[in-house]
């Protein structure tokens, strides 16, 4: 009994040491809502949208930050330098998209990262180069398209990576092939179509029960470009039993058709694993159309691996991009769209002796629009009628105006001692009289003029005065 007492007491003793080590302790001013002890800082659930300046007495002893679970979006170069000695970091469930290349380049001690569950659509190559002891990395729940060798070469205490549902196309062939301790590989739910077989050789270092791999829910082709993989793997009792194995996954066939659902590992043969040389089905070379309407310029290939068509413009911008069938529509044609189009195609991969890539000229000629013409020569007319208006009202509003100035300018001053009053009585006929004091002047001269002629003639004078004279009426 006395040596369990003993035991006893050594148990509790060493958890109250541990426990006064990571006793909680009061967070600085600026992070006093975070929750913090001797070792680690965390400020989950408090919608940060940027870190916060963390100052602390003793920046060496902290061990482990936790910032998860807010609203950060960019993480720079500065704000974990002070942290040399930390192990262990977790910026997950936050909106990320932007990482600076020297984020953790001052954190030498960092085994375990969590970058998980943000938008990050692509990583510095560089980010984790100087963390010689890095362990675990977690990057799953992200937007990641492609990874290169770059991103994971030297890391060669790496254990375990998980880069699930992401939407990785590609991933370098030599990624992990400095990573002589990976036991853990999590590559599901991608666009990932053929595997390496350097992703997984040190898989063959570990035993037949501590190693995880997870690839399914991948459009895996099963083509010609699988059949190195294929006959590597083969030979691993690993991938041959995996069906039968829990926490291990492996390439299930996508494409073609014939072998869709099916395992890789029950594959009969090489053999089955087939190419065939691309073929660009679009014939049509030359298109034409009237201005303002719709066109369609079809791009189609076939050939296994199924090919990537792209519709490219005259001035080289890629219009349209897809898989196997593309056709850019133009909306409404003007004369600027007319040109040389191109429908390229090519298939994903090299394969020896396979056409894999091929193009095609497409000329476009935009028509102009017999209605267009016709608008241009009724507004062409329209606009000249305008112009006739405007000419014959200034003349009908003006020519009176004009008929005045024949007079002269002022009859007062040509004789003063000269006075006409002209009246109208009910017959139409005018009656003039003239008092005169001096000489006779030229003006009343005219005006003595049309008295002495006849009756018969003063009705058309009076007619003629009337429309020289309206302006004044």
């Known amino acids: 009994m006395a040596p369990r007492s003993y035991t006893g007491v050594v148990l509790m003793l060493s958890f109250l040491l541990t426990a006064s080590q990571t006793s909680s302790v009061k967070c600085p001013s600026n992070i006093a809502n975070c929750t913090c002890d001797s070792i680690k800082i965390s400020c989950d659930l408090k919608g940060y949208i940027t870190i916060p300046e963390i100052i602390v007495d003793d920046t ?19 704000h974990f330098r ?8 977790s910026l997950r469930k ?23 569950h943000n938008r990050l659509k692509s990583i510095p190559t560089e980010l984790f180069q100087p963390l010689a002891l890095l362990e675990d990395v977690y990057l799953q729940n992200n937007q990641l398209q492609v990874l290169e060798s770059a991103h994971f070469h030297g890391l060669t205490n790496l254990k375990r990576v998980r880069l699930h549902d992401n939407q990785l196309t590609s ?137 990537t068509v792209t519709v490219i413009d005259p001035s080289g911008n890629i219009l349209i ?16 769209d007319s040109g040389k189009y191109y429908c390229n195609a090519s298939a994903s991969g090299s394969v020896s002796g396979i056409i894999s890539k091929a193009a ?18 009724l507004l062409c007319l329209l606009a000249t009628a305008v112009l006739m208006g405007a000419i014959v009202w200034y003349y009908k509003r003006y020519r009176p105006t004009l008929a005045y100035g024949r007079l002269p300018n002022d009859p007062q001053a040509a004789d003063k001692n000269t006075a006409a009053s002209y009246t109208t009585d009910n017959a139409g006929s005018m009656k003039v009289s003239i008092s005169r004091t001096s000489g006779t002047t030229p ?29 004044l009426v």
């Open 60 to 78: 060496l002893s902290i061990r482990d930050i936790s910032i998860s679970d807010n609203n950060l979006t960019e993480i720079k170069d500065d």
């Open 82 to 89: 002070n942290f040399m000695h930390i192990n262990w970091i």
């Open 94 to 116: 936050n909106q990320i998209s932007i990482i600076s290349e020297d984020a953790f380049h001052h954190n030498a001690m960092l085994h375990t990262i969590y970058l998980s």
């Open 171 to 307: 991933i370098g062939s030599d990624a992990f092939i400095s990573s002589v301790s990976l036991s853990e590989l999590y590559l599901e739910n991608n666009r990932l179509e053929t595997p390496e077989s350097n992703w997984l050789l040190h898989f063959d270092h570990t035993t037949s029960t501590n190693y995880e791999l997870y690839m399914d829910d991948n459009p895996w082709s099963c083509d010609c470009r699988m059949k190195e993989f294929y006959d590597w793997a083969i030979t691993k009792n690993w991938f041959i039993h995996a069906s039968s194995r829990e926490r291990v996954s492996i390439p299930k066939c996508h494409e073609p058709e014939q072998l869709r659902g099916k395992l890789l590992s029950s594959i009969d043969s090489p053999s089955q694993l087939k190419c065939s040389a691309l073929n660009l089905t679009t014939r049509t070379k030359a298109y034409s159309v009237v201005e303002g309407h719709e066109l369609k310029i079809p791009c189609a290939a076939d050939g296994f691996p199924k090919p």
């Open 321 to 336: 991009s897809d898989a196997g069938q593309a056709t850019f529509v133009l909306k409404s044609a003007s004369a600027g």
């Open 360 to 377: 095609v000229s497409i000329t476009v000629t935009v028509q102009k629009n017999p209605s267009s013409v016709v608008s241009v020569v």
């Open 443 to 471: 003006y009343q001269s005219a005006i003595t003029s049309h008295v002495s002629r006849g009756e018969d003639d003063e009705d058309d004078d009076i007619t003629e005065y009337h429309k020289d004279t309206e302006f």
